[in-house]
């Protein structure tokens, strides 16, 4: 077990902080980390936007299914999928004039290239993650910055070829942070499989959910009408208002990048 391979397991995400800013140098150092992510063909398909407004930060907080930790935390950055930049300077290239004289039409980003572009953000956003946990710093991933994206597009002036894929808040673990367990994973025979995909049976989802009914659904005051981990998280997570809304932002998000 080397250093890295401690700080990769022994990660968990922090949503409570000291309350003292990330020394400049720390801050410095997870963005120089991120963008030493891997890329596809080195184009670096992301952009980075640092939330310092601290308005910004409230408003975000209210966006992304009323976490008020987002507001305390020392440093938050968005991960925007970007070909933005590569459009804008394939144009200012000329290819535009290249394809005229060709007699064919500028190709323009498609779902493909977004999915790329979703990659490699997230790569480096988990590179920031790591970088961060390294140095004594904790994180949290918010998801729901995929919500709303009509207001997130106007908070920060996205353009159509840069869509937000995920937030990370950093900072410091509080004490209690700091010796609260790790949340427990699944067991390796139900998520890696030689060369093929093979689907789980009721007996398997038995054995693979145990741990988790047991964790989830002790001194549950819901135990009567969602009696296991599925309904729970179905009612909890799948079919929730936040999940719903995430849907019809990711429909608004795919309809803009392909108009």
């Not at 900072?171 to 209690?176: L, Q, R």
């Not at 010796?179 to 025979?189: A, I, K, V």
């Amino acid at each position: 077990m080397n250093q890295v391979i401690e700080v990769i397991h022994n990660r968990k995400s922090v949503r409570a902080y000291e309350d003292k800013p990330l020394p400049k140098d720390v801050r410095d150092m997870i963005l120089k980390s991120a963008m030493r992510a891997p890329t596809a063909g080195n184009m670096m398909l992301y952009s980075i936007i640092e939330v310092s407004d601290q308005e910004a930060k409230n408003k975000l907080v209210e966006t992304c299914d009323n976490q008020p930790f987002i507001a305390k935390a020392p440093l938050v950055l968005i991960f925007l999928a970007d070909y933005q930049r590569w459009y804008d300077y394939f144009t200012v290239s000329g290819v535009g004039q290249f394809c005229e004289d060709k007699g064919v039409s500028m190709v323009k980003p498609e779902e493909g290239d977004l999915f790329l572009a979703c990659c490699d953000a997230l790569i480096a956003a988990q590179t920031s993650v790591i970088a961060a946990e390294s140095m004594g710093v904790g994180s949290c991933y918010i998801g729901d910055i995929l919500e709303n994206y009509e207001i997130h597009r106007e908070m920060f002036a996205l353009p159509q070829y840069a869509i937000p894929i995920c937030m990370v808040c950093f900072g410091y673990p509080t004490k209690e942070q700091k010796e609260r367990e790790r949340t427990e994973r699944f067991g390796e025979e139900f998520i890696v499989f030689k060369n093929r995909y093979r689907r789980l049976g009721e007996d398997k989802f038995k054995v693979m959910y145990v741990g988790m009914h047991e964790r989830t659904m002790a001194g549950s005051a819901d135990k009567r009408d969602q009696p296991n981990v599925g309904l729970r998280m179905y009612k909890r997570k799948f079919s929730a208002e936040y999940a719903v809304e995430m849907r019809r932002s990711v429909h608004a998000i795919l309809e803009a990048w392909i108009a």
